[in-house]
């Protein structure tokens, strides 16, 4: 499969990663961490989750609110926990969208919104590989029309 990368970075763009358009061009939102929270998830953070618990670390076997997790921004980390540093990012992003405080429409609009990037990335991808089939059938095609060319001048 076909991949591309983020003109900032550099690096390739996954379905998983958070992004964001510049111009016409999609982009990581934070190269640094591309799989953060969007500005839209995190504002639902303070408005709806802040009085509450939002993140459970696997490895600690803890819940924490917001305000609690750490951050390394030395190496460039958020949303992590206080404890054993493990990335929480996916479980404040599962919250999001299972926490019955946020209200069921913004929760549907939220996953869906995230639900769009992903599918924009594999179509991305997708129509990449269809460019690379028909770019191979033109360049066959016109290399035999030389060749062609060639045999009978």
Known sequence: MNRFQCPRCSRWLASDETIAF?????VHLDCHRPR????EERALLFKFCWEHEVAKCQVCR???REQYLA????????HLCPGCHSDLTASIREHLFACAVVPTEVRWRAEDARDAARKLIKQRYLLLEQV????????SAIAALRDA?????
Do not use: P, W
Not at 36 to 39: I, Q
């Open 22 to 26: 510049d111009g016409h061009q999609i």
């Open 36 to 39: 953060d929270l969007t500005y």
């Open 62 to 64: 803890k819940s924490f």
């Open 71 to 78: 951050a390394d921004l030395f190496d460039h980390r958020t």
């Open 132 to 139: 690379d089939a028909l770019t191979r059938q033109a360049t």
């Open 149 to 153: 060319m060639n045999r009978l001048t």
